[in-house]
């Protein structure tokens, strides 16, 4: 929406959500570390960003018998299930643009991007002890044996939202009290933002040479050091 | 494999599936939509009911297939197909394990279909004076004892008749055929409201454009096919098949059928002539509203008058950004960025072709969202020609089915990402966002925004914004049926989801 005005209202696909995942993964990790960084390569020949709208992800890994980092001991790894097997504990933290389901089918349509969703989250989950159905379509073990994500996307969905505590309905806002209609109670939490309604395709298209400073496939970039509070 | 580079596509099994699927009935002009509850009890009545109307059963009547009549027969005298919904599916199959295991094979295209249309409505615009709890209201309904939003609705037939008299011959045949345990609760005509058949009450002309399918044998004739710019579509987007690079998977029970939307839609007419009247230039802002003006010709193809010089292909053959081989016109340099075709407009919303969030839009090699989000529209007008001269209070809209075989990935996205929220373009500099489709209109108390209409001047620097856009179309029924293929009907005529 471009406008001299300040932005008064956001359509969904405007809007910017969260999505924080925390899965419980097998103790005995593979190929979970391959595909971040290389994501946008697994789109033959199109520029997905606009359509995925990720602004950020993070990835947050806590090995099985690893302790709880700093000093809160209830951030801490799923029990383990009847086997006996410790867990891990991966969270994953995204801000997006748009609906949940055309934000997640944005890379569910993608066959090539299905394989790598399979191999570093399905086939990676420890679902067990979570009183799950041994028959339920939505469960990681039966998504594989059913063909995989590409085969099952919406089975995939409702595996994700399973462990999603963030709500894809709260968008993002400046303060809560600037939201309208103001909500009827605090929801599960706030989602703050500076700039509602800046989606990746306004950044792509509005911010001059965007396509020369953020090519699709990204080089290298040398990160200078970041400085720890002294 | 590209699709369009194919010359001999694969074969389709016409005879299982159910002819609505592959083919429009283009002349089938008057139809009844006849829905059905199938009361406890009454579970093996309806059964019998699936056996009578199986091809070959020996009835007076049974449901078409996708067979090409012109090879097999002259041309029928009716054609009759049938959708289940899933309260109907619960009662027809037998054991409640057997359902299961059909919801958990294909989850992701059955658990939208299984929740159903009341359950699906937020997802859909169906809430406000769209809400479930408003459907089925009026003369339509049969069963004035039966409270229409506490009765399951489980059995559609749907009967098209070339003429009038032929809708009545066979509407007698068929009730006739139906076993008295299983009510009649809904029946509503569908009459043409022009001698084409396809004028709409907006008084456009419509069916235009629709997905040309891979392999199936009405979507372009071999002589026509070098002029056909449509990129072919994978027929597993619309026929639930076995295919390797389909993203579902399907139970057999559902293998060559499809799922539907029906929809009741009411349109007001009276609203409509008024709110584009209040404009200095009516029939373009007709035009803008709708993407064609009303006689089809694409706004982007013409921007300036109707050309009725434009025939056949010429009316779908064009994109917004790339201009197609066949695309008629002067395209515009570098895409329309929504000054001859508004980003709002219906058909830019309900298929935006080539525009930049629609990745991979031409080819099976990578058909992205241009393939997956298609769907086959069934629907034709009811109720009788709004005549200004002589008005009434009669309803006026159109009815009937929304076909593919993933209800959210087709359906439900085109009407909430596209329709509703035009996410198909992110950037858009109108100064509305272009707000929501204004064929539909907001639902009343909607945001500001969406209770205008903007569209560009002819050389792209003004926007001219019509205020006050009501809602025009006011969703009055619902369903989601699946449409089975024949030997899914045997199945379920046995109670099955599997034959022996």
């Known amino acids: 929406m471009q406008q001299q005005s300040p932005v008064t209202h956001l ?94 089918t944005a890379f569910t349509d993608s066959q090539a991007f299905c394989e790598t969703l399979d191999k570093t989250i399905l086939a990676n989950l420890d679902e067990s002890g979570l009183g ?47 939201m309208l209609p103001p909500p009827t109670s605090f929801p599960r939490y706030f989602l703050g933002a500076t700039f509602p309604g800046l989606t990746i395709a306004k950044v792509l298209d509005k911010y001059p040479a965007s396509s020369d400073l953020w090519p699709l496939n990204a080089p290298k970039i040398t990160y200078d050091p970041s400085l720890p509070p002294s | ?8 596509p694969g074969a389709l099994d016409l005879p299982d599936i159910q002819g609505l699927l592959l083919n429009g009935y283009q002349g089938y002009n008057y139809i009844r939509h006849l829905l059905f509850t ?15 109307l199986l091809p070959g059963s020996g009835s007076t009547m049974s449901i078409t297939t996708a067979e090409r009549w012109d090879e097999v027969t002259a041309h029928p005298p009716y054609r009759l197909n049938i959708g289940i ?19 958990n094979k294909s989850y992701t295209i059955f658990a939208a279909y299984d929740a159903g249309a009341v359950k699906r409505a937020p997802f859909v615009n169906d809430y406000g004076t769209n809400d479930p709890s408003t459907w089925w209201k009026g003369p339509s309904w049969q069963q004035p004892g039966l409270d229409p939003v506490n009765t399951d609705i489980d059995i559609m037939l749907s009967l098209y008749a070339p003429t009038i008299e032929n809708r009545c011959i066979w509407s007698k045949k068929l009730n006739d055929l139906l076993p008295k345990e299983v009510i009649l609760c809904y029946s509503r005509d569908s009459d043409p409201i022009d001698e084409t058949g396809d004028l709409i009450h907006f008084n456009y002309h419509d069916g235009i454009s629709q997905p040309r399918i891979h392999g199936a044998p009405y979507t372009s004739k071999l002589k026509d096919a070098m002029i056909d710019d449509r990129p072919i579509v994978p027929s597993w987007n619309f026929i639930i098949q076995n295919a390797a690079d389909a993203p579902y998977n399907p139970h057999p029970l559902l293998l060559n059928g499809s799922f539907g939307a029906f929809r009741v839609l009411v349109q007001d007419v009276v609203a409509f002539d008024n709110f584009i009247a209040r404009t200095p230039n009516p029939e373009l802002v007709a035009a803008k509203m709708c993407g064609r003006w009303r006689d089809g010709t694409p706004i982007e193809v013409s921007p300036d008058a109707p050309d009725p010089k434009l025939k056949g292909f010429d009316l779908t053959n064009f994109n917004y950004i790339t201009p197609t081989p066949h695309q008629q016109g002067t395209p515009l340099a570098g895409g329309d960025d929504g000054v001859r075709c508004p ?10 072709r080539d525009d930049y969030n629609v990745l991979g839009n031409g080819t099976a090699a990578q058909p992205g969202m241009a393939a997956s989000h298609r769907i086959l529209r069934r629907a034709r007008p009811f109720g009788p020609p709004y005549d200004p001269a002589a008005p009434t209070q009669d309803e006026r809209g159109l009815i009937g089915l929304f076909i593919g075989a993933s209800l959210v990935d087709q359906f439900e996205f085109i009407m909430h990402s596209w329709v509703m929220n035009g996410g198909f373009r992110q950037d858009d500099d109108s100064p509305n966002d272009s707000g929501i489709d204004p064929l539909f209109g907001p639902l009343p108390n909607a945001a500001p925004a969406y209770q205008e209409f903007d569209y560009l001047s002819a050389d792209g620097q003004t926007y001219t914004s019509v205020k006050g856009l009501p809602q025009f179309v006011t969703t009055a029924g619902g369903l989601y049926v699946f449409l089975p293929a024949i030997t899914a009907l045997r199945c379920l005529s046995q109670g099955k989801v599997a034959l022996a």
Do not use: W
């Not at chain 1, 690893?66 to 790894?77: H, S």
């Not at chain 2, 494999?1 to 001999?8: A, E, G």
């Not at chain 2, 199938?38 to 009578?52: D, H, T, Y």
């Open chain 1, 11 to 104: 359509t969904a696909p405007e809007q910017q959500h969260m999505l924080l995942l925390f899965l419980p993964l097998k103790s005995d990790l593979s190929a979970q570390q391959e595909a971040a960084g290389t994501l946008n390569t697994l789109f033959s020949g199109v520029d997905p960003r606009r359509l995925t709208g990720v602004h950020y992800f993070m990835v947050y890994l806590l090995p099985a018998g690893a302790p709880a980092p700093g000093i809160v001991p209830t951030f801490q790894q799923a029990p383990a299930g009847p086997s006996g097997k410790l867990k891990s504990l991966a969270v994953v933290l995204s801000i997006y643009d748009a609906d949940f389901t055309p934000y997640i």
């Open chain 1, 132 to 178: 799950l159905d041994p028959d339920d379509p939505t469960t990681a073990d039966n998504i594989l044996a059913n063909g995989g994500t590409f085969k099952n996307p919406q089975a995939f969905i409702s595996l994700l939202m399973r462990y999603n505590f963030g709500d894809p309905t709260i968008p993002a806002a400046t303060s809560f009290g600037n």
């Open chain 2, 1 to 8: 494999m590209n699709l369009n580079t194919v010359t001999n």
């Open chain 2, 38 to 52: 199938i009361p406890k009890g009454s579970e093996q009545a309806a059964r019998q009911l699936c056996a009578a």
């Open chain 2, 85 to 103: 919904t899933s309260s109907g599916l619960k009662k027809l199959v037998a054991n409640p394990a057997d359902y299961k295991k059909v919801y």
């Open chain 2, 343 to 352: 980003f709002a407009a219906h058909i830019r919303r309900a298929n935006p």
